[in-house]
T-cell receptor
C-alpha cells in the first residue's frame, strides 16, 4: 500500500534551473494539494486541485505551477528556482476538499 | 497575513504534565482539523471538528471547537515522550474550499 508518493526525497538545485516535484497517489482521491513548510510559518498552501482537470492558487503560488491531467498525479514545477524556494515540500490528497488529508513523505529542496 | 493563528510556538513540559495548544481565526471557520507531525516526519491527521461547541476525545487528547467557531484547542493530559512533535490546526474558512494551517506548536517532553 503506497498511499501518496513524492519524488525526489531531496534535491539540491542551482538557482535559475527548472525543477518538477512529482506526486502520485493511489487512493483515487479527488483533491490534491502542494504545501511548503518553513520554520515558524507552518504549512502554506501553494496550489491545489479539487478534481482532475482543475487547479487553483493557494496562499503562496508565485513561482510555481501545477497540472492535474489525471486523478493520480499532481506535479509541481518551479520554472526558474530562487533561493527563497528552499523549503520542505509536502504533497497531500483527500477524498473531498473538506475531509482528512493524507500527506506524502516530503521533498527537501535546497536552491543555491 | 496568516488566516489561522496558533499559540504557543513552543512548549517544553516534564513527562506527566498537561499541554494545551490554541488556534484562533478572525473569521468564522466551517470546520477545523488537527494534525501531528513527528520530528522528521510528515503531518498525520488526528481529528476534524465541525459543530459549534464540539468536544471530542481520543484517549489522553481532548479537542474543542469554540461556540463561535473561531477558535479551537487541543489538550493533552499527562504527556508522554511519545507525544513529542509539532501539532498543527487547519481551519477551513466559510466559502473557501481549502484549509489554512496554523504555524504549529512544537511540543518537547522531558522524561
Amino acid at each position: 500500500i503506497a498511499g501518496i508518493t513524492q519524488a525526489p526525497t531531496s534535491q539540491i538545485l542551482a538557482a535559475g534551473r527548472r525543477m518538477t516535484l512529482r506526486c502520485t497517489q493511489d487512493m483515487r482521491h479527488n483533491a490534491m494539494y502542494w504545501y511548503r513548510q518553513d520554520l515558524g510559518l507552518g504549512l502554506r498552501l501553494i496550489h491545489y486541485s479539487n478534481t482532475a482537470g482543475t487547479t487553483g492558487k493557494g496562499e503562496v503560488p508565485d513561482g510555481y505551477s501545477v497540472s492535474r491531467a489525471n486523478t493520480d498525479d499532481f506535479p509541481l514545477t518551479l520554472a526558474s528556482a530562487v533561493p527563497s524556494q528552499t523549503s520542505v515540500y509536502f504533497c497531500a490528497s483527500s477524498d473531498m476538499p473538506n475531509t482528512e488529508a493524507f500527506f506524502g513523505q516530503g521533498t527537501r529542496l535546497t536552491v543555491v | 497575513g496568516q488566516q489561522v493563528m496558533q499559540i504557543p510556538q513552543y512548549q517544553h513540559v516534564q513527562e506527566g504534565e498537561d499541554f494545551t495548544t490554541y488556534c484562533n481565526s478572525s473569521t468564522t471557520l466551517s470546520n477545523i482539523q488537527w494534525y501531528k507531525q513527528r520530528p522528521g516526519g510528515h503531518p498525520v491527521f488526528l481529528i476534524q471538528l465541525v459543530k459549534s461547541g464540539e468536544v471530542k476525545k481520543q484517549k489522553r487528547l481532548t479537542f474543542q471547537f469554540g461556540e463561535a467557531k473561531k477558535n479551537s484547542s487541543l489538550h493533552i493530559t499527562a504527556t508522554q515522550t511519545t507525544d513529542v512533535g509539532t501539532y498543527f490546526c487547519a481551519g477551513m474558512l466559510n466559502n473557501f474550499n481549502k484549509f489554512y494551517f496554523g504555524s504549529g506548536t512544537k511540543l518537547n517532553v522531558k522524561p
